[in-house]
């Protein structure tokens, strides 16, 4: 199959893509996420509930650009090497193995911190 080349955007993502600290790394960004995917699919669907599979490098879709979009990054839906880097930070600063692997924990993770922001009112997505 064959893959797009894309080219390199800065985002808040990027800045932290070589981090070690957990503090370096933006919070998964539920509201942006949820509303565009709200637009598009008119529903607000649990995140938790639309990215159920693995990914890796090359990989497409819209559960990969719903990822970039958690992850602060122009949603271009091709899972590639500043996505890959992106999801690395992520997961050293939540303490897990950086592999760029977006696989089973890192599911568990994004449902674990999707419950804790509807718990604090996220839920409420109010106009998309």
Do not use: K
């Not at 995140?47 to 490098?57: H, I, Q, Y």
């Amino acid at each position: 199959r064959a893959r797009a080349r894309r080219a390199r955007t800065t985002s808040r993502a990027d800045a932290g893509a070589d981090a070690t600290s957990p503090n370096d790394v933006a919070p998964l960004d539920f509201n942006g996420a949820i509303r565009a995917h709200a637009r598009t699919h008119d529903c607000a669907t649990p995140m938790s509930a639309t990215v159920v599979r693995d990914m890796a490098l090359g990989d497409g879709g819209t559960d990969v650009a719903l990822v970039q979009r958690l992850l602060g990054l122009r949603a271009s839906g091709v899972y590639d090497s500043m996505t890959a880097s992106a999801v690395r930070a992520w997961q050293r600063s939540r303490g897990a193995p950086a592999s760029g692997y977006f696989g089973a924990r890192a599911r568990e993770q994004v449902a674990a911190e999707e419950e804790l922001w509807r718990a604090a009112g996220g839920a409420g997505l109010g106009e998309y």
